[in-house]
């Protein structure tokens, strides 16, 4: 009865297409190794061994030696900005921008202007994604209606409208006994609650993490216990009541380790990690750059390591960008005045496969896996590459070498932690619920 | 040096170098017609979006007495209250063509912001919390003055280092001139991870006679609203630098305003010690060589931004 999770254009034509000799590499179907792949009506039809398969007539031919074709990746954690801020971001420049990213499927969150927190609008931002977008998006609505923690949504009846799940992101929802009254009413609506964790009062007026280099440059810092306390907390909340709750952008080692130890007294609680928390730590804010301003800020090299290894072990259990665009004349400003957050669904794969996999700290497979374990924890289908499933699908020229930002972006905005660095891995096409959504430029096609 | 934006970009020579020439300039203030022609048919643009009332009178005396013309701008009464972004108000000034743009924010890192968007050099006159420069030059300026050099010197910055833009350029600036630099403060407004700026902490002013010179920093009224102390009552009581404290043969510093009655008290204020005055009338003669550093040696209208055609 309750509408499907996820919405977009599906009017563009099921993808026929024979990609040849094509390195396969899905560790859910235990597929690592040269293989044909051929999609037929948007569904993976046959996977056999290297120069086996023929195509049928109709059928577009790739010659994909030395390239690797993987499930496609899921976001949970996205902005698309659409209402309201559409001069950031919109529902078709955001999906071009994931499909670019090698994703076919993005939950969108539900800060925008006015903020997504009732049935009606619901309604209204899934009939404009089923006119806009390129790839699947669900929505999470608000928690609380305006994001202002004081009163639940109409939770059940969003449920029924196809909500995703749940959350404030963009805001904690300080007040613990509005966050027990929202898992207790998750008892009757399902839908995990998705929680920014942030305490106000530690946080202040904070534009960077608390260190050595905010101490350095004299920039309001925010506390790694800021984010801590609160996933301690609301662990503690999700055990009493027995609810369901996933902890958003985790930064700091603390909250790692708060999220190990409630994993192991059985809570109900996920984690996820983002690119830029994985790569990079607060010495790159020390130019001042705004793009590498978001919340939660840039932390430390033990706090990188900590969600490395949290998304090595399992405790954090997938990655999620936070893609949050920003027009150029917000971010064009001082550091202070900036508001928070980078894009990232374009250098999602690449920023890792190029700082963590390349040097041996990840494995390929593991971050594969990483990429679109996101979906199942909003119980949305997790792509795979097996005949007759419907084709997610995600080819990638490992060896491929590009500088962000050059030739620009697909997303409406620019404002990328990683822009002019030069990373390894590009993607060259995406299939997206059986239709192309994504393809480079560059990709030559023999037929 | 193309512009003067913060005490990290310097190194002790660069330090000296400025020094040494304020100086020379000092016997300027002594003639009967303080100017020299030096800066004759440049353009100072004092744009301050904080009030400040010494420092902006300081630069606008040093660039007068060295011949250039000065204009005023501040925030308060301007397009910027109108929500011009800064970007469009250095866009919209930089069009008059100043050589030279001293600025004054409440954000760090502005003023390098600034200078990818103007071709005029550009002086940072105090960036948020992170650096004031000129600060820093002409308290290293004083103590020369004083002592000869700051080589080995005992130096405490006593107070409010949270919030001072001046206590982190002070801090590096004493630093490269050999001085050791102690910070003693409220643990409340002592920011966590200082210490890696290679200052020692200490809480109280227990051993505040091994300083050879005791730095007191401004204590705002306001900050107890937000609990930073308890009052200011209690932070006098703990950290006010007073004859009880303060031993004859240090020597006081502060970078004004002074609380007299909080931070400092009135006796050591009116004590000979004390070199705040010293540090006022530095003020003028280190931002007079501030300014002939920056744009002495370039032609006037000839500085183009980089990668943008002069």
């Known amino acids: 009865m309750a509408a499907p999770l996820l919405v977009f254009n599906d009017s563009a034509p099921k993808a026929d297409i024979l990609i040849r000799e094509v390195h396969v590499l899905d560790p859910r179907t235990a597929l690592n ?194 984010e801590a306390v609160m996933v301690a907390r609301d662990a503690l909340i999700a055990e009493y009541e027995g609810g369901a709750i996933h902890i958003q952008h985790l930064s700091a080692r603390e909250s790692i380790a708060a999220l190990a130890d409630a994993k192991q007294r059985g809570v109900r609680i996920t984690g996820e990690a983002s690119p830029h928390h994985l790569c990079l730590t607060d010495e790159a804010v020390r130019t001042l750059d705004t793009r590498c301003k978001m919340n939660p800020p840039l932390r430390t090299e033990q706090d990188r390591q900590a969600l490395i290894e949290g998304l090595r072990s399992g405790v954090v259990d997938c990655i ?85 930002g050059d030739g620009g972006y697909e997303s409406r905005s620019a404002n990328c932690c990683f822009d002019g660095r030069t990373l390894s891995g590009k993607v060259l096409l995406t299939v997206a619920s059986g239709a192309i959504a994504f393809r480079a430029r560059q990709l030559e096609v023999v037929r | 040096m193309k512009h ?128 004031h420069p000129t600060q820093a030059l002409l308290d290293v300026h004083t103590l020369r003055d004083r002592l000869g050099a700051l080589d080995g010197l005992d130096i405490w910055i006593v107070g409010d280092v949270l919030h001072s833009r001046v206590a982190r350029s002070d801090i590096m600036a004493f630093q490269k001139m050999g001085a050791k630099v102690t910070l003693a403060g409220p643990p409340t407004l002592i920011p966590r991870g200082i210490e890696t700026m290679g200052c020692e902490v200490r809480y109280t002013l227990d051993d505040l006679g091994q300083a050879d010179v005791v730095y007191a920093l401004r204590m705002q009224n306001e900050r107890m609203e937000q609990s930073w102390i308890p009052s200011i009552r209690e932070y006098a009581a703990w950290y006010q630098v007073n004859g009880r404290r303060l031993s004859p043969k240090q020597i006081l510093m502060h970078p004004g305003p002074v609380n007299r009655g909080v931070e400092l008290s009135a006796e050591v204020v009116d004590s000979p010690q004390a070199v705040i005055t010293a540090q006022v009338a530095a003020g003028v003669v280190v931002r007079m060589a501030v300014l002939y550093e920056v744009l002495a040696h370039v032609p006037s209208g000839a500085r183009a931004p980089e990668g943008v055609p002069a």
């Open chain 1, 320 to 404: 999620a960008t936070d893609h949050a665009p920003h027009a150029r004349d917000e971010k064009e400003v001082p550091f202070e005045q900036a508001p928070m957050g980078t894009t990232g669904l374009e250098t999602s794969f690449a920023s890792i496969y190029t700082y963590l996999v390349k040097p041996g700290v990840l494995t390929l497979d593991l971050l594969v896996q990483r990429l679109s374990d996101g979906a199942a924890l909003f119980d949305l289908p997790t792509p795979r590459v097996e005949p007759g499933a419907p084709a997610n699908l995600t080819l990638v020229d490992l060896e491929r070498e590009w500088v962000v």
């Open chain 2, 4 to 131: 003067m934006l913060s005490v990290e970009d310097l190194d002790r020579a660069d330090i000296e170098r400025i020094c040494d020439r304020a100086a020379s300039f000092a016997e300027v203030a002594d003639r009967e017609i303080k100017k020299v022609p030096a800066l004759r048919g440049r353009t100072v643009l004092n744009l301050f979006y904080e009030a400040s009332t010494r420092t902006r009178s300081s630069f606008e005396l040093a660039a007068k007495r060295l011949s250039a013309d000065v204009v005023n701008f501040s925030a308060s009464g301007s397009s910027v209250e109108k929500g011009e972004s800064l970007k469009d108000t250095i866009l919209t000034l930089g069009a008059h063509k100043p050589d030279a743009i001293v600025i004054r924010t409440p954000w760090a890192g502005a003023a390098e912001l600034v200078s990818r968007w103007t071709p005029a050099a550009i002086v940072n006159a105090g960036d948020g919390k992170h650096e």
């Open chain 1, 33 to 226: 190794g040269a293989h044909d792949v051929l999609v037929r009506d948007g569904e993976i039809a046959e996977v056999g061994a290297p120069g086996t398969l023929t195509a049928p007539d109709d059928a577009e031919v790739l010659e994909a030696q030395g390239r690797h074709l993987f499930p496609a990746f899921v976001d949970p954690h996205v902005h698309l900005r659409t209402p309201g801020q559409e001069h950031k971001e919109d529902l078709e420049t955001g999906t071009r921008s994931a499909a670019a990213g090698g994703f076919c499927a993005v939950l969108a969150m539900p800060n925008t202007s006015p903020t997504l927190d009732s049935a009606p609008l619901l309604r209204s931002i899934r009939d404009a994604a089923a006119r806009d977008a390129r790839i699947p998006v669900g929505f999470v609505p608000c928690v609380t209606r305006g994001m202002a923690g004081t009163e639940l949504t109409e939770m059940a009846e969003l449920r029924e409208e196809g909500a995703a799940g749940f959350t404030d992101d963009g805001k904690p929802v300080v007040s613990a006994g509005m966050l027990r009254k929202a898992l207790q009413y998750q008892r009757l609506c399902g839908g995990v609650i998705a929680l920014h964790e942030e305490d106000p009062t530690l946080s202040g007026q904070g534009a960077m993490h608390e260190g050595d280099v905010s101490a350095q440059l004299g920039i309001t810092g925010i506390p790694s216990i800021s």
